[in-house]
């Protein structure tokens, strides 16, 4: 019996197949060590795989498309649905399988190695940029103690890391300037180790065309448009620019019924990485704004003259987000609005 569709649930070491003919009768049921798995799918004729999108889940994909098969990556929280009573491997691998025949489903496009290794530079240098944070609040909190204390900013840490390493000052006692200094060399390495990381995002932002045209949009510097770039594999996958946005988490929270309709605060959903780099972005816009003025923006005026500046920073992320998917799924460049005439 030849198979049509399998559904794969990928682990670290074994994996659950499952597949199905076109009638939809099982043919074959099983687990596979990791090292027998492509030799599995090689001797299988090309058909349709289902995955998870998880972790490993796009290298699997390239793998299996090598080998001629259609692979497509689904939300787990949309498989989770077809899960039928208790929780194990053959039962996702089941519904993994009946999933990904659904004409609903929504897929995840797969992601070259070169937009992984982007990502990969993104998330650790967020990792560095938490850890730096925590090692400078631990510097401030320690030398309070003492009552030494700073302005906010790097600046004022920069005067604290100071204090710590002259050896001259009395405010602070040997032992505790023995701690200090171990926590700003920690901060300093941290730093460092977060500049070298950005040199190659920009060298990859100045090779990519799309990178330069969204970085042409106001409030999307280098490193958010590489991690659009990297991050939305393929945008006509998107049927607007409101569709990126839902999709990064920055729409508002429906809860309607009864013909009655609810909107709440932002769903938080999707991609969060972006939703924190577009909204920190429009911020930087905003406060732009309010030195050189709303000329170009009288409907973001209205709005921060109105509404908390944080839910004006949101609206204008996702105003950032539906541009910046004009951009890449139409190869447009950014066009500043118009002055209106007062």
Not at 101 to 106: F, G, N, S, V, W
Not at 189 to 195: C, D, G, N, S, T
Request: glycine residues 8%; aromatic residues 6%.
């Amino acid at each position: 019996m030849k198979i049509s569709t399998i559904g794969l649930d990928i682990a670290k070491n074994v994996f659950q197949v499952h597949g199905v003919d076109e009638a939809g009768e099982v043919v074959v049921r099983k687990q596979l060590r990791r090292s027998r798995v492509l030799a599995f799918f090689e001797k299988q004729p090309p058909c349709l795989v289902g995955i998870e999108a998880c972790g490993t889940s796009h290298h699997w994909s390239r793998e299996l498309q090598a080998l001629g098969h259609e692979v497509r990556l689904m939300p787990a929280g949309y498989v989770k649905a077809y899960v039928k009573r208790n929780k194990n491997d053959a039962a996702d691998a089941e519904a993994i399988c009946e999933a990904v025949t659904r004409p609903t489903m929504r897929f995840v496009a797969t992601k070259t190695k070169e937009q992984q290794s982007v990502l990969m530079l993104h998330k650790t240098r967020q990792l560095l940029v938490r850890q730096r944070t925590m090692l400078g609040n631990a510097i401030r909190g320690h030398m309070a103690e003492f009552g030494i204390t700073a302005r906010r900013g790097r600046e004022g840490l920069g005067k604290l890391l100071a204090i710590a390493h002259d050896q001259d000052d009395e405010q602070v006692p040997s032992f505790a300037r023995q701690a200090l200094i171990a926590l700003a060399g920690q901060y300093q390495a941290v730093q460092a180790e977060i500049v070298a990381l950005e040199r190659p995002l920009h060298a990859w932002h100045r090779s990519n065309e799309t990178s330069r045209r969204l970085a042409e949009i106001p409030g999307v510097g280098p490193l958010v448009a590489t991690a659009l770039t990297a991050s939305v594999t393929d945008p006509t996958a998107f049927s607007s620019g409101r569709s990126l946005a839902a999709w990064i988490g920055l729409v508002p929270k429906e809860v309607s019924t009864g013909g009655k309709s609810r909107l709440g605060p932002i769903s938080k959903q999707g991609n969060r990485y972006l939703r924190w780099m577009l909204v920190t972005g429009a911020m930087a816009v905003i406060r732009y704004a309010k030195k050189t003025g709303f000329k170009k923006r009288p409907w973001l005026a209205r709005l921060v003259e109105h509404r908390p500046i944080k839910l004006a920073a949101v609206a204008l992320a996702n105003k950032i987000a539906r541009i910046a998917w004009v951009i890449m799924a139409r190869g447009e460049r950014y066009k500043e609005p118009v002055v209106l005439a007062t």
